[in-house]
Nanobody
Framework: QVQLVESGGGLVQAGGSLRLSCAAS????????MGWFRQAPGKEREFVAA????????TYADSVKGRCTISRDNAKKTVYLQMNSLKPEDTAVYYC????????????????WGQGTQVTVSS
């Protein structure tokens, strides 16, 4: 089994920054892809970014490209999402997810999910 625990959410003003963390446990992750998704009230869950645990290859949604950076710390089994220049439309619950396979932006292909962390950006 895989356990994912997110942290780092909170309330921030527009233009500010936050760093989300996702601590993973339960198995080795060398062949895994880790992803960040978000879901705003009344909207579908959408892809934000993903990273291959081995090699560090990344991909981003167009809506966050240039403002967000996904990274991982192998020793700590932790994945990070650094978010800069935050906008009110970034307000959502952010979820960490894991899948055994290559990069994907489809939430349907991820097998494990964290409980989510709330990010609120005030204007």
């Amino acid at each position: 089994q895989v356990q994912l625990v997110e942290s780092g959410g909170g309330l921030v003003q527009a233009g500010g920054s936050l760093r989300l963390s996702c601590a993973a446990s339960g198995r080795t992750f060398s062949s895994y892809t880790m992803g960040w998704f978000r879901q705003a009230p009344g909207k579908e869950r959408e892809f934000v970014a993903a990273i291959r645990w081995s090699g560090g290859i990344t991909t981003y949604a167009d809506s966050v490209k240039g403002r967000c950076t996904i990274s991982r710390d192998n020793a700590k089994k932790t994945v990070y999402l650094q978010m800069n220049s935050l906008k009110p439309e970034d307000t959502a619950v952010y979820y960490c997810a894991a899948r055994s396979g290559y990069l994907s932006a489809s939430s349907l292909l991820y097998d494990y999910w964290g409980q989510g962390t709330q990010v609120t950006v005030s204007s």
